[in-house]
């Protein structure tokens, strides 16, 4: 089930986002589909990364054409990019693709991740790392891969890595899950010191509760929603356009002073909410 991507239309592009060269990773929906068309509609060229068939990428495809028209940015380019990023073969093909798609890369976008959940006694080694080839394996390939585009054309570059809330937050029942993003911050942090100095900027973004079609079952039932949204302060599940709003100003000029960050975008989620109400011993 597709889900379109709504938002008021941007009047003015993010400064130095326009014209840049943009790879989203896993952006056939969801999260990584509302980066994807967020970006064409401040300007940007975008390759969208798929797993197995071009289908899969289609509806992102019409949704950054549709933005394109609606924001008349014209001359915004887009290209369908096949690719496992938990294998290296895939990811070094997909990144030149990428390139030559679009005529270089300025930005690259890993948001490809799975979960399994499984009671961690009942949890087989094949799945867990299953789930760390994917999510933290494919983050550095395609890190790697970005990395060294940028340094062989000597310019200055933007990663982003989509982690979640539960970099921090225990998530029983998903130990790959928690261990992948827990990971991923010290990814984030490590390339982002180390490359600091040569213009490449590191950051993360860690989505709470969203709105994505992975996540009908409890969207979809007013009980299950209820319970998901009294954990948050806000009172209510993020939107996939919200995290790619965050995004999008990660790569822009007005973040070009931000690297080796995580920002939460999760209506407080990561705020311990159980200690709202004022509590002591006295």
Known sequence: MSTTITSPARTEPMPGVKGKNVLVTGGTSGIGQAIAVRFAEHGANVAIN??????????????????????????VRDV???????????????????????????????????????????????DFDKVLAVNIRGAFLCARQAIRHFLAEGKPGVIINVSSVHQLIPKPDYLGYSVSKGGMQNLTRTLALEYAGRGIRVNGIGPGATVTPINRAWIDDPVKREMVESHIPMARAGTADEMGGVACFLASDDAGYITGQTIFVDGGLTLFPSFREPWSSE
């Open 80 to 126: 369908l990019v096949r690719g496992d990023v938990s294998r290296e073969d895939d990811v070094v093909a997909m990144v030149g693709e990428a390139i030559r798609g679009l005529g270089g890369l300025d930005v690259l976008i890993n948001n490809a991740g799975i979960q399994i959940s499984r009671h961690s006694d009942e949890l087989s080694s094949d």
């Open 50 to 75: 798929y797993l197995r068939q071009a289908q899969e990428a289609s509806d992102t495809a019409e949704q950054v054409h549709a933005c394109v028209n609606r924001v008349q940015q014209n001359g």
